[in-house]
């Protein structure tokens, strides 16, 4: 069976709706029936006693069988003489006479409709003790029924000789009972529990249908949702209160959608920017290769007319174009470990300044062919920082090697260290070259971009000093310094 939500809760509903009507008309039932009873054996609690304290029973009694003991003295005939008028004049209860054991000696019941001869006194006793109302005790006419009642103790002088039972709602009584349960006001009544279960049961119904509007609307929505599009369109959420749970899912699938948005414009922007790096890297390899391959051939056609300065030449320019080769992809493969997340930073405590020291070191005869100035501003005492000390130096050094290769001669290329107030220690790396143009800035740290057949910036060194970073917690930024060329700045936590 194939139902929606919506009509799965209004069957639900409908059944439970059903069940209790039906537990509540037999509890109404049930409570009128037990209300009957306790009235009717409240009203009748002395019509035992009087019966027992008539002066005819115990002179019929004695007139019947002179000369017995009391027990014994009480005629058959005189008892139900007596019990048949008793119930003519009542008809709806039942007159028995039972022996201190509870044996029935005496009753006006017609033949054959006397079912057992012996009544349980439990009973008996817990209704001459007053106990709480209704109290019911066995049917002589029933084999296991049992009817509320009246009862006295019967007495011949001081001796105790049994008890008076009555049954309050005799079998002529359920007969009435019976076929009143027929008539037109029990029809009445129940018609009119139907009327009512209806009306709830439509505005049950109706209710349901109000609640699960939004539910509805966004099943609707989510099936018209083209997975194919661009972007996927969502309409604006309904609002709610904070403890609408339909709202409040509404809402989570609008943020859903929402984040579907991004992370597919993400992705079609990192595959344009793979595509990109793929192409400036295919040309960067080309050029160089091609260069080589040129000269090698050169060598190879005039091995025998070159002389040897221009032999040693021809290898000169090959070996740097190899070595060119060489960096870039000794680049594409830090790159590619550092994105594939197989390296992960060891961090340890280390001073800032014996680093730059050494990455000066490293770069001072770079510096002084480019004629370039190496300058560092550094606090005192020098700051320590806790990173990995083999990566922080290739972010250096890329960052050094970037600004020099691209500092006029005559520049400067200027390290600053200070010390922030948030645990952390903030490094800027500037130099007084052309700068970053405006065009290349959005993507300077995405993709590498061609400058004139070089990575001015955002190269592959930007690529691997950014990933770096950001596995350290950190990222860099470009500055915008009117008077200096292109500015960067990372922070590190400091030790």
């Given at each position: 069976?194939?139902?929606?939500?919506?009509?799965?809760?209004?069957?639900?509903?409908?059944?439970?709706l059903?069940?209790?009507?039906?537990?509540?008309?037999?509890?109404?039932?049930?409570?009128?029936i037990?209300?009957?009873?306790?009235?009717?054996?409240?009203?009748?609690?002395?019509?035992?006693?009087?019966?027992?304290?008539?002066?005819?029973l115990?002179?019929?009694?004695?007139?019947?069988?002179?000369?017995?003991?009391?027990?014994?003295?009480?005629?058959?005939?005189?008892?139900?003489?007596?019990?048949?008028?008793?119930?003519?004049?009542?008809?709806?209860?039942?007159?028995?006479?039972?022996?201190?054991d509870?044996?029935?000696?005496?009753?006006?019941?017609?033949?054959?409709?006397?079912?057992?001869?012996?009544?349980?006194?439990?009973?008996?006793?817990?209704?001459?003790?007053n106990e709480?109302?209704p109290?019911?005790?066995?049917?002589?006419?029933?084999?296991?029924?049992?009817?509320?009642?009246s009862?006295?103790?019967?007495?011949?002088?001081?001796?105790?000789?049994?008890?008076?039972?009555?049954?309050?709602?005799?079998?002529?009584?359920?007969?009435?009972?019976?076929?009143a349960?027929?008539?037109?006001?029990?029809?009445?009544?129940?018609?009119?529990?139907?009327?009512v279960a209806s009306?709830?049961?439509?505005?049950?119904?109706?209710?349901?249908?109000?609640?699960?509007?939004?539910?509805?609307?966004?099943?609707?929505?989510?099936?018209?949702?083209?997975?194919?599009?661009?972007?996927?369109?969502?309409?604006?959420?309904q609002?709610?209160?904070?403890?609408?749970?339909?709202?409040i899912?509404?809402?989570?699938?609008?943020?859903?959608?929402?984040?579907?948005?991004?992370?597919?414009?993400?992705?079609?922007?990192?595959?344009?920017?793979?595509?990109?790096?793929?192409?400036?890297?295919?040309?960067?390899?080309?050029?160089?290769?091609?260069?080589?391959?040129?000269?090698?051939e050169?060598?190879?056609?005039k091995?025998?007319?070159l002389?040897?300065?221009?032999?040693?030449?021809?290898?000169?320019?090959?070996?740097?174009?190899?070595?060119?080769?060489?960096?870039?992809?000794?680049?594409?493969?830090?790159?590619?470990?550092?994105?594939?997340?197989?390296?992960?930073?060891?961090l340890?405590?280390?001073?800032?300044?014996?680093?730059i020291?050494d990455?000066?070191?490293?770069?001072?005869?770079?510096a002084?062919?480019?004629?370039?100035?190496?300058?560092?501003?550094?606090?005192?005492?020098?700051?320590?920082?806790?990173?990995?000390l083999?990566?922080?130096?290739?972010?250096?050094?890329?960052?050094?090697?970037?600004?020099?290769?691209?500092t006029?001669?005559?520049?400067e290329?200027?390290?600053?260290?200070?010390?922030?107030?948030?645990?952390?220690?903030?490094?800027?790396?500037?130099?007084?070259?052309?700068?970053?143009p405006?065009?290349?800035?959005?993507?300077l740290f995405?993709?590498?971009?061609?400058?004139?057949?070089?990575?001015?910036?955002?190269?592959?060194?930007?690529l691997?000093?950014?990933?770096?970073?950001?596995?350290?917690?950190?990222?860099?930024?470009?500055?915008?310094?009117p008077?200096?060329?292109?500015?960067?700045?990372?922070?590190?936590?400091?030790?």
């Amino acid at each position: 069976m194939n139902l929606t939500l919506s009509q799965r809760l209004s069957l639900a509903f409908s059944l439970l709706l059903l069940v209790c009507c039906g537990a509540s008309a037999w509890l109404q039932i049930r409570a009128n029936i037990m209300h009957e009873k306790e009235v009717v054996q409240g009203l009748s609690r002395g019509l035992a006693r009087s019966i027992a304290l008539d002066a005819q029973l115990m002179q019929a009694d004695s007139e019947a069988q002179p000369g017995a003991t009391p027990s014994e003295g009480l005629g058959p005939e005189a008892v139900r003489r007596l019990f048949g008028k008793l119930m003519v004049v009542n008809p709806s209860v039942e007159v028995y006479l039972l022996d201190n054991d509870g044996r029935i000696v005496g009753h006006a019941a017609p033949a054959g409709h006397l079912k057992r001869d012996h009544v349980d006194l439990a009973a008996v006793r817990r209704f001459l003790n007053n106990e709480a109302l209704p109290i019911q005790g066995d049917d002589p006419r029933s084999e296991q029924g049992r009817k509320v009642f009246s009862a006295a103790v019967l007495r011949a002088g001081e001796q105790k000789v049994g008890y008076i039972y009555v049954i309050l709602q005799s079998e002529e009584h359920d007969r009435l009972a019976a076929r009143a349960s027929a008539s037109s006001v029990l029809r009445t009544t129940l018609w009119s529990m139907a009327v009512v279960a209806s009306l709830v049961l439509v505005a049950g119904l109706i209710a349901f249908r109000l609640i699960t509007r939004p539910l509805r609307r966004l099943t609707a929505t989510m099936q018209q949702l083209d997975t194919k599009a661009d972007q996927l369109v969502l309409p604006e959420p309904q609002r709610g209160g904070p403890r609408d749970e339909i709202a409040i899912l509404d809402q989570a699938f609008a943020d859903m959608g929402s984040r579907i948005n991004e992370q597919w414009k993400t992705m079609r922007q990192l595959d344009h920017d793979r595509r990109e790096v793929v192409a400036n890297i295919s040309h960067d390899l080309r050029t160089p290769l091609g260069s080589l391959h040129g000269y090698l051939e050169t060598l190879s056609l005039k091995d025998e007319t070159l002389d040897a300065a221009s032999r040693q030449h021809y290898l000169g320019i090959a070996l740097a174009q190899s070595q060119k080769v060489g960096r870039l992809a000794q680049a594409l493969f830090e790159l590619a470990r550092l994105e594939h997340g197989s390296v992960q930073p060891e961090l340890e405590p280390f001073s800032l300044s014996d680093l730059i020291q050494d990455v000066f070191q490293k770069f001072e005869l770079k510096a002084a062919e480019h004629h370039v100035r190496l300058m560092a501003t550094l606090p005192h005492p020098a700051p320590m920082v806790r990173a990995d000390l083999g990566m922080i130096e290739r972010v250096l050094t890329n960052l050094f090697d970037n600004a020099i290769r691209h500092t006029p001669a005559g520049g400067e290329v200027e390290i600053t260290v200070q010390p922030a107030a948030n645990g952390k220690v903030t490094v800027t790396v500037a130099d007084t070259g052309p700068g970053v143009p405006a065009a290349m800035r959005e993507n300077l740290f995405r993709r590498p971009i061609a400058l004139q057949g070089e990575y001015r910036v955002g190269g592959l060194g930007l690529l691997t000093v950014n990933r770096i970073l950001q596995l350290h917690h950190s990222k860099i930024t470009l500055l915008e310094e009117p008077q200096l060329g292109a500015v960067f700045r990372f922070t590190l936590d400091a030790a």
